[in-house]
């Protein structure tokens, strides 16, 4: 059989320690002709047809593995050129036995076939062949052109003696390991090659050059130049990128900055965003000049430590800047720093000339930001880097793409900016603009709006002063966010202020309340706006009444109410809550407590104790706590309140209004029951006369006389036993009759010669104010009239 059809099987030998051979293959067999018998037992040196060097003698020696190429004879007495592969087998006595594996050598044959040397010098790729070492072996003309460098240059050199370049570390240990493995390695880079001006995209392939018995001697590289698809694919990551991280809030200074940060570095060395300052405050931007300078804002830039105006500083551009004309004309450019229409440009601005020298910036693009037909600002996009090529106009559309996505989300948040300042001037003008003159409680208030991501909420709170120095202490919640939720809070407050001027118990007023709600809810304006049912609402309603220290509260599904005690006793005071309004048809009911003078009322909205990081518990905790601590002023206690229960801004709106109880003493009221006897109106005038002299207010005394007549007369005349007078000096003069009739009095014109039905009349006129109010036991008709100055 002939010798070269017999060489697919691997020729492999074992010899002992002294050379002895001691296993032979069936391949060995075939490449030499020896038959194992033949061979076993005979000294390994002996097939050699000429000795081996000293050097590698001496390696062997040392046991270290050794391959090259050695010329054995044949059983027939020809020479056989092979490599061979010497691997030492320790035996643990510290001697060797040795694997021998010999491949017939026949790439000289293959070198000769010019076909061969074709196909290596004329191929489009890139090729390298490195040796075992990993240096450079051979290259063909396409490499040899990127490298900027000979064969002759480069052969025996590793690929960073010749680049030093850190980045050409990945394929010089890309070639370390397939040398190792023997597995073919693929690595992309974008890097700059010594025959290239700029940075190129590269594809780069390792292949093993192995022998038939699988021995690794060489690696190929074959490099291809992709950078315009890799361009392609860049401009595409942008773009997703940019869906991604732009627009993540409706803030239009953050929007503007996660433009620029997505800009750098894959667009530009050095970006920046100027808007119309219109913009950043959400108005409808004004036309932009044709003619005449430009003024700007700026909004973002990156890095920012390159930037010359610092973010919020303003931008000045004269006409024939990039910057105003791209504006102007709605059409990006793209410049390269010589051109002349930018020489003339910096040529009027010295500190923006400095700039470009101190950085080397030699181009940029100038990108109007336009969202939904309205000229928001500019982007100008800056290349510093030398290495990197100029801008083209393939680069001014991605970054018209990249700016186009931005500018509608920097309009987004601008409309967003200008319903949130919109909104937020609706609810403060419905909060209360001020606490109303009374004498029942101290108040101190404080309301915070949602962080700005969510929306302003619906909270309120209220301070309204009744009849018999009494005051009402409200807060409130609408649940949702934006206009809805402020005008439906506006809706709410107006009605309870309107219910507690009817004098209500708080279950009488909130039952009221929440059939109002289901009315909205339902009626034909919740088509075109959402309804109350919708939004849901809380409410609690608090009565305090300084001459008996009592207080009535009630709620409809909002939380407790905490009270400190002069004592320093921190509690939170259980009512029956109620549904949320809206729901109808369920009852409200009303608890009583008698407050010492003193107490702290305090009433909140949920965003004071309810957070992403804890619960209503945990916050109802933190709160009393933050109330045990209590200042004496009321405006301390409230910022302690806060900086103890928010330590960032809110999730959700909070309101909380904190109340300190005052009593009124019995000096300030007087107090008569008087028989239902006509005769006694005399009396009941008199008594109150003597009351009057003794404060000191004999002033009031005519106008007083008159309305305790005609109220007094009328309890006896037309209701029923028992009967009350009583007089109540604080900020006005209050006057009360009270009596057993649920029977409420009106106005009426009397006649000409009518007897009565004038005292009501005189009543309203002679006072500031008068009114009725139901009672448990039936009703009480007031006036006030205003103390002398």
Same mark, same amino acid.
Not at 171 to 189: A, F, K, N, Y
Not at 204 to 227: E, I, N, R
Not at 307 to 330: D, K, M, N, Q
């Given at each position: ?7 697919? #099987? ?128 051979? +290259? ?11 064969? %002759? ?33 693929? &690595? ?14 590269? &594809? ?16 190929? *590289? ?40 997505? #800009? ?82 910096? #040529? ?33 996009? &800056? %290349? ?114 309107? *219910? ?16 109002? +709600? ?93 957070? %992403? ?87 009031? #005394? ?6 305790? @007549? ?30 057993? @009739? ?5 106005? %009426? ?31 009480? &008709? ?8």
């Amino acid at each position: 059989m002939p010798r070269d059809s017999l060489t697919s #099987a691997a020729a492999l030998a074992v010899a002992a320690p002294d050379g002895t051979l001691t296993s032979w293959s069936t391949g060995a067999e075939q490449l030499l002709g020896y038959s194992a018998g033949e061979a076993v037992g005979q000294l390994a040196a002996a097939l050699l047809a000429s000795p081996l060097p000293i050097s590698v003698r001496e390696r062997l020696g040392r046991q270290e593995d050794w391959t090259g190429r050695v010329v054995l004879r044949h059983q027939d007495g020809s020479a056989v050129e092979c490599r061979l592969r010497a691997r030492p087998l320790p035996m643990g006595d510290g001697r060797a036995s040795w694997l021998m594996e010999a491949v017939p050598v026949e790439e000289e044959d293959r070198a000769t076939d010019p076909l061969l040397c074709w196909s290596f010098d004329q191929s489009p790729f890139a090729l390298a062949i490195y040796d075992s070492e990993g240096r450079f072996l051979r +290259v063909n003309k396409p490499m040899s052109k990127q490298l900027a460098a000979s064969e %002759r240059d480069l052969r025996g050199l590793r690929i960073t003696e010749h680049m030093p370049d850190p980045a050409f570390r990945a394929p010089e240990q890309s070639v370390d390991r397939v040398l190792q493995t023997g597995e073919p390695e693929h &690595i992309e880079m974008n890097v700059k090659v010594p025959g290239e001006p700029q940075a190129h995209a590269w &594809i780069v392939d390792f292949t093993p050059l192995k022998d038939s018995l699988g021995l690794v001697h060489g690696v190929q *590289l074959a490099a291809l130049d992709f950078s315009e698809q890799y361009a392609a694919r860049e401009r595409l990551a942008l773009l997703d990128e940019a869906s991604r991280r732009i627009g993540s809030s409706l803030d239009v200074t953050r929007t503007a900055q996660e433009l620029a940060d997505v #800009a750098v570095p894959a667009l530009a060395d050095f970006v920046l965003v100027d808007l119309l300052d219109a913009v950043l405050h959400g108005d409808e931007p004004p036309p932009v000049p044709i003619h005449g300078p430009l003024l700007l804002r700026r909004a973002a830039v990156c890095p920012h430590e390159k930037a010359a105006i610092a973010v919020g500083g303003l931008s000045h551009y004269p006409e024939i800047s990039p910057i105003a004309r791209c504006l102007a004309t709605g059409r990006g450019t793209v410049h390269q720093i010589d051109d002349p229409d930018i020489t003339h440009w910096l #040529a009027q601005a010295p500190d923006r000339t400095a700039w470009v020298s101190r950085h080397g910036a030699h181009s940029l693009m100038a990108v109007p930001l336009r969202g939904r037909g309205t000229n928001l600002g500019v982007v100008l996009f &800056i %290349r510093l880097d030398p290495s990197a090529a100029p801008y083209k106009q393939d680069d001014l559309q991605i970054a018209e793409e990249l700016v186009a996505r931005a500018a509608v989300c920097l309009d987004n948040a601008r409309r967003y900016t200008r319903e949130h300042t919109t909104t937020l001037a609706l609810q403060h003008s419905l909060l209360p603009q001020g606490i109303p003159d009374q004498t029942a409680v101290d108040v101190a208030s404080r309301y915070l709006p949602a962080d700005s991501k969510i929306g302003v909420g619906g909270d309120w709170f209220d301070v309204i002063p009744l009849s018999g120095a009494r005051v009402a202490l409200v807060v409130g919640d609408v649940v949702g966010h934006g206009m809805h939720a402020s005008a439906a809070m506006g809706r709410l407050r107006t009605a309870v202020r309107a *219910l507690a001027d009817v004098d209500l118990a708080p279950d009488e007023l909130l039952a009221h309340l929440d059939d109002l +709600v289901v009315r909205l809810g339902s009626g034909p304006e919740s088509a075109a706006e959402a309804p109350f049912g919708e939004l849901g609402a809380t409410c609690l309603y608090a009565v305090y009444d300084p001459i008996s220290r009592k207080c009535s509260l009630a709620s409809a599904g909002h939380l407790w109410p905490v009270l400190v005690t002069p004592d320093g006793k921190v509690d939170v005071l259980e009512l029956p809550t109620g549904p949320p309004l809206g729901l109808g048809g369920l009852p409200f009911e009303s608890v009583e407590r008698e407050l010492p003078e003193g107490s702290l009322l305090s009433l909140y909205t949920d965003g004071l104790v309810l957070a %992403r990081h804890r619960d209503v518990d945990a916050g109802l905790h933190a709160l009393r706590a933050a109330l045990a601590d209590a200042d004496p002023s009321l405006e301390t206690t409230c910022d302690h309140v806060l900086d103890a229960l928010l330590a960032e801004r809110p999730a959700d709106d909070v309101a909380l209004l904190i109340a300190r109880t005052r009593a009124l003493d019995s000096g300030h009221v007087a107090v008569w029951d008087l028989p239902a006897e006509p005769a006694f109106v005399a009396e009941a005038r008199s008594q109150a006369t003597a009351q009057l002299h003794a404060w000191g207010l004999d002033d009031l #005394a005519y106008v007083t006389e008159l309305v305790v @007549s005609e109220l007094v007369t009328n309890a006896i005349r037309y209701a029923a036993a028992p009967i009350q007078l009583r007089l109540i000096k604080e900020r006005t003069l209050i006057c009360e009759v009270a009596d057993a @009739s649920s029977t409420a009095p009106h106005l %009426r014109r009397a006649r000409i010669f009518d007897e009565g039905g004038r005292g009501l009349m005189l009543v309203a006129q002679l006072t500031e104010r008068w009114g009725m109010r139901h009672t448990s036991t039936g009703k009480t &008709i007031w006036a006030e009239q205003p103390l002398p100055v």
